[in-house]
């Protein structure tokens, strides 16, 4: 096995030529296209960082399955510290690159397909985890890149998926053959579907049940198959960075915001070694609840993280910047971010550190149930606070500075550096650029990217109050006895 | 004298030829950039609603100078009737609009500069008024359309103005002439002020002292005058405008998000006729508490109360696409909305039912200063959660939907219309433009202008405690008395 | 007609002698008892300051019935002034005695009937409304002290009132005969009813429905009535103020917190010129909303701006006394402490410059609706944030802190002095007063009745739902405007 | 050795008869005051559960000074697994009695002391940790109640200790002896001082400098011994205790709400073998952040958890009392307070499984820092607030019941019944004494004791500022690097 370079990876992707489209139109180079170049960017850092010797300890690992070192990006947590180092791993890429990279739902997927399919064949005599370690060790072999795609189409949220009035809302199977299945659906949300070499596709994040079992379905197909289409997302952010000539004058100028697509699955042949879910209805909610506790703790426990540390990092730059960084009104906002990042912090590694091997046997690790969801909660909440308070500092320039090309007009250059300039030791180049990155924080999409990740908030309350309906008998009686009640009652 | 028709103003706004830049060109005509056109569009529908006959009674005054009828964009408020007739006006505008338009700014300084030059006049026996009454009669009687650029480059922000190491980081006079002043800085944020036809400008948004006379300033100068350049911000949401073929394709397709500029004032002349304010340090402090309130009442406490109503409406609007309107955390989440618009609403009335004319004999009323203040505390406070609310309502494709453009490409239109409905009965063009309207609130630009218009937090904060220090005595006499504690310690 | 005095309001109460218990036992004289002599205090105060030249024209009115001078705590809203002045009054009397005081509820309940009967008279033909003005002449010329009991048991609170084991768990018609009615039932949560000349009683605070007639009533009754029998509440609180030998070891020590009573009505006698409404459930809403907004308005919109002034200066007090004053985040607490008050008041202030007569003709004001529950709402999200900061200045003292008793004790007061002393200047005495003042408010009942104090947050967020439904037609369209979709989806 | 029984440890506080006061009398025996025998009862319990065969393994450990079964409560946590049992056997505890108990400080100090006496004989050649050491034998062969009191009197806040008037604002030694030293001074707010046998005193809560030597100490004295005297806390909930005839007519009927005294110690003699800290000011800081983690984590990271299952099960046991628990605000209100506690569990769970030995060699381990600090601040915010919504939940009775004593008296007991019912099938005795045990958390001085025990909010927020400091500098790097600023500036 060899650990692939950049390079390697970029010309692997180009190779695929996908069906991607962008405002209409089609793209021919993902590779090269700006839309697409940043997502690029940020899976050939995964790259790159693995083959750096400052991070061969927590982004190597050694293969279950062969005993080779691999890519951790390739790698199946069996141990607290696999967990660990999950977390710091993607801490250290949110910092790196500060934004999504395109093999981290993968990541999760393995993850929890190790666990699922090793549970459906100990029940059901199946031999789902004989394929799936089959396609990882080819995975790990050719260090891979993998993304999850998650969120099905979902049509009227209120309704399921077999009373849709179009039963492709959710991705589900239309023809079973003897050599395999044949899919149909979409998957949306997805950042950089079209950058990896497979799509591992699970079943819906939301129970299915019985007559249902055309929707309980899991399996990997190549990107680009025959059959698949992705539609890219399009916000104005996007534009801007179609429009650039030099991307400086973007706010996250290498990596930008990662690009979704919406991706489609138009009648799809899997051959069944790469089905490791058709119709096992029971699992899904198993496979629902790890893919939850994986999610929170390496999403929104982790790579949020990072993110905060970049929205505090510029923030308390923009407070020098300006001058203001003494104030004790700056202070204590700088504080409170910080007290943000911290608790998250602390419940994701509560999360990692209380994990547990699941089911007995796998030798796959899970993370603490509740911790993990605490971890997104005070992250959902907490995390748009920290852009507002980083907003508050930085002053209105971040929604209305103008270009950084205006530096480079002589008819404009001498009244921006003059009058955009703060303390007079920064250049007001350098401010710019704060303040450009700042507004991709707090002022674009990135904003409505942080608080939507990983689902709407309310499937969180709602599965905290499900999963402590037990204890809340326990805590009653604790109650009643102290205040002299009897238990009847 | 003649109200204007919308057309009248865009031809007289085209033929001033400001010199504008964006994106580190020149703009030609404003009239018919992309990036300007919009603002153009505010302000003609200012024009137009004002001889729309339903809207006559709000929109139109009988001026306190000629006794002829104006429009009310002209008129200063000389009664409770006309305070709240004020925030009506905002509110419509921005329930119609849906941004700032460029006439507000203007608006307000008349107000301020009413009262303020009459109690310059009365103290120190200038001629500021009457000055000032000259042109505002010939701005009601030509229906001119004003802008009132507020904020400095300010340059380190805890340095006075004179401490600073450019001492134009404040817009301050340079030289006095026989015939007149020459003025030399640069404002900053404000929309659209190429777009009208006088730059109303008042002395800066903080305190000015002894020795600093040369900042105590307030003039009119036109549109376009020697010496005067525009560079117009340059986000995302410019980019993507220039960009867009057709309008429709974008989130609020007439009217966009303001653009501001930084608005360059690089020696230019004033005849003393136009001069409001030269020197006279001990009124700036009354000038920038008059401007507070007036600000407070209708701009966070009236414009921001429609678009809330704006994002309640198409938050609600999305609620019912995606099936979910009925859901209790839904309800509970637009009456958290309605609460926090329901909350300013309440607070911005008192201000205006309270208003006293100031000073006394000047004829012209001003706002509550402390319930205006409670209004803007509470838009900042709470508009960027009504904004959460909508987005979590509506779902993470308010970030990730495609362009409306895919609607229209035959290899992408049967896909992105299939898997971006929602509910059966509405068509996913529909619930597209709904999302695409709500990014432009939640994941854009427009999120950092709602919360910065109008300066930072703190200010009023700081502003509270110091108006409050007398009442503070009061209140510790009263909580000793019942205490129990005599009054010396 | 003469205003009472504080002595013969003191004497005509004693001259009741209801039937009284608390802690298990009767209570012989209520003018007398520890428990209840605070708050025969308050209400003597009323009198008190009715008569002090000082208030005379905010506490005295004259009456629509008689043209005479009355007691303003006996006159019905006529106009925006009586609104404006009936929040002062209510604001002053929270500032003098720092608890409720027995006659505002009586207050509400005129304010409402007198709109209410007419009302029905005008669209039923009955004569409630001149029994009910005979009521009110009779308690303006005898200047009465009335309370308005409000709600009642409740039982299981899913369940209507005909669904409950006990019919009686709300107040209800059990006879009615010839010379008048037979009610069964109680009220519970109303300070002092026994300390009062009269109950003045309406329908339960939700909708009744077709057959629950005997529900929808309204009458008055002598306090002391044959079959009234009133059980005290019993925090704490009591128990301290029972013991204490010298009252000003207490926090608030003249007047205390008020003492509510569950109020029985054990097969009570009304003679029918008592009655102002029986089985007409259609006018039930109609009563139901028109308290509701009295209530909001004078209770959570003005009582507890005044008691927030109280707090305030309790807790700036301790700063100073503490020595930290000038620190900044005390002073950032004492602002957000100012700006919770201010916001309750300019809700309430717009509550009451918004004012209305309803029905028209009927010459009684209401507040507005949605200012009101606006009000409402910021005290009880915000009055016990305020409680918690001023808890915080004063530090663990506050729960800690010994008995003043302990400054009477050679064996302890030097210690006590030496060690409960802040700063230099201020006695130790004074410290212990201010924390034990603090004490009522931040860790007693005080802190539970204020957030409880006129029900239970949901109703007003669902009534502020409701209420905003047609409005929320309104919006939609505003934005679908805006986005460019037709109406019709 | 043995471990002692409860009754044991009641003996032998008996006979140590303490100087205590309350409410400016003396107590004559601590064991059987109705305001003590609470107290007595908490630690009682501590001796009952260790010997209980069910707590073993959590509650007996081995020593490693003699390697004898000790209790856990004498033992010094080890390894991270005796972290986790510290956390454990607080939150235990809490749920079990409900209220602090007065073993808890002490079992802080020895983790404390033994790192911070090891350090100082490391690097001074000291004999402190031997000292210490001989009475930790003692104490854990004796199975000894230890108590750690901690706030010093402070005096004016904002001056250190010399530059107060009174210089034993903070406890200080006032001669040094050939046999040992004299110290005066008091200490305030300590659970139970009096119920103990051995005072463990370390220096004050804040650092200590150059010049203020005197105040750097740390040493143990005996409960009782010559010049200590103890003035008890005196709120409503004592007098009410000491008025109840049957303690199950209060809140929490056994243990109550512990009672704090002022510690006073007036010249007393301290022999150098027990004393551990004398004038070695370069480690007070060391002991303050040694104490502060520890304190976190066991206190509001540990003992609130346990606090908040007792409140989420009282609300929810209203909840069912009042038909009220499938209401949807209510579910979310429950969610919410779920939230609260599992977000501060998570937190110091981290804390304890991050934990280190501190200093290396010297076999201690204490807890994470920051992950602790933001379970305290978690808890600090978000406790009050869960009691709020169990106020919420339980309604206005929860303030204004009557006393159960009502039940016996058989003038009242049928209307208590009747109207304080809630659903039918449960007694109205439960419902009662569910409510006063609520009452107890949320309108009484437990409310306020959970707000303060451990300090102040802000100096949680000034030490996450200092602890991020050099963080921040790395924060701002890597938002200097994505914008592509150059790193000078």
Redesign the interface.
Same mark, same amino acid.
């Given at each position: 096995m060899a650990l692939k370079t950049p390079e390697q990876y970029i010309d692997s992707i180009r190779a695929i030529k996908p069906r991607v489209?962008?405002?209409?139109?089609?793209i021919e180079d993902v590779t090269e296209h700006p839309n697409t170049r940043n997502i690029i960017n940020t899976n050939a850092k995964t790259y790159e960082l693995t083959l750096d010797p400052k991070y061969q300890e927590l982004l190597t690992a050694t293969s279950h399955l062969s005993g080779e070192k691999i890519s951790r990006w390739c790698h199946v947590p069996g141990s607290i510290d696999d967990l660990k180092k999950r977390r710091a791993m993607n801490i250290l890429m949110a910092?790196?690159?500060?934004t999504c990279h395109g093999r981290c739902g993968g990541l999760e997927m393995i993850h929890v397909l190790a666990s699922v399919t090793y549970a459906m064949d100990q029940k059901l005599g199946t031999e789902y985890n004989k394929r799936f370690n089959n396609f990882l060790r080819y995975m790990q072999e050719n260090d891979l890149c993998c993304n999850g795609p998650q969120?099905d189409?979902k049509?009227?949220?209120?309704?399921r998926p077999l009373e849709?009035?179009?039963p492709?809302?959710y991705l589900r199977v239309v023809e079973k053959r003897s050599d395999g299945i044949i899919v149909r659906?979409?998957k949306?949300?997805q950042e950089g579907n079209f950058s990896s070499h497979y799509h591992i596709v699970g079943p819906p994040m939301t129970g299915i049940g019985k007559g249902e079992e055309d929707y309980a379905l899991s399996f990997v197909v190549p990107v680009g198959a025959e059959g698949m289409?992705y539609?890219?997302?399009?916000?104005?952010?996007e534009?801007?960075r179609?429009?650039?000539e030099d991307i400086?004058t973007l706010?996250?100028?290498?990596?930008g915001s990662s690009v979704?697509?919406?991706t489609?699955f138009?009648n799809v042949f899997v051959p069944w070694e790469n089905v490791f879910m058709c119709g096992e209805i029971e699992f899904t909610r198993e496979y629902l609840a790890k893919a939850s506790r994986v999610h929170n703790m390496v999403c929104r426990g982790s790579c949020k993280v990072g993110f905060m540390?970049?929205?505090?990092?510029?923030a308390?730059?923009m407070a020098e910047y300006?001058?203001?960084s003494? !104030? +004790?009104?700056v202070?204590?906002k700088?504080?409170e971010m910080?007290?943000i990042r911290?608790?998250t912090? &602390?419940?994701a590694? =509560?999360?990692a550190?209380?994990g547990k091997e699941d089911p007995p046997g796998s030798g796959v690790y899970f993370p603490?149930f509740?911790?993990g969801?605490?971890?997104a909660?005070?992250t959902q909440y907490g995390l748009?606070q920290a852009a507002?308070l980083a907003?508050?500092i930085a002053?209105?320039?971040?929604?209305?500075?103008?270009?950084e090309?205006?530096l480079?007009?002589p008819?404009?250059s001498q009244?921006?550096k003059?009058?955009?300039?703060?303390? !007079? +030791?920064?250049?007001t180049e350098?401010r710019m650029?704060?303040l450009?990155?700042l507004?991709h924080w707090? &002022?674009?999409?990135q =904003?409505?990217?942080m608080?939507?990740?990983g689902g709407?908030?309310?499937i969180h309350?709602?599965t905290?109050?499900r999963g402590?309906l037990a204890d809340?008998e326990?805590?009653?009686?604790?109650?009643?006895k102290?205040?002299?009640?009897?238990e009847q009652?």
């Open positions: 489209f962008i405002a209409g139109k089609r910092q790196k690159i500060g969120t189409a049509g009227d949220r209120m309704k849709q009035e179009d492709d809302a659906g979409a949306l949300h289409t539609i890219c997302q399009d916000s104005p952010m534009a801007e179609r429009e650039a400086h706010g996250n100028p290498i990596y979704s697509s919406m489609i138009d540390d970049l929205i505090i990092g510029a308390q730059t300006n001058g203001i003494r !104030a +004790s009104h202070v204590d700088i504080t910080i007290r911290e608790t912090n &602390a419940c590694t =509560a999360a550190l209380m603490d509740m911790s969801i605490m971890a909660l005070n748009p507002l907003a508050d002053g209105g320039a971040v929604v209305t500075m103008p270009s090309l205006e480079k007009n008819e404009t009244y921006v003059k009058y955009l300039k703060g303390v !007079a +030791s920064v250049p350098d650029r704060m450009k990155f507004q707090v &002022a674009g999409p =904003a409505g990217r608080w939507h990740g709407p908030l309310q309350r709602i905290i109050y402590a809340l326990e805590k009653k009686k604790l109650a009643k102290l205040a002299g009640i009897k009652s």
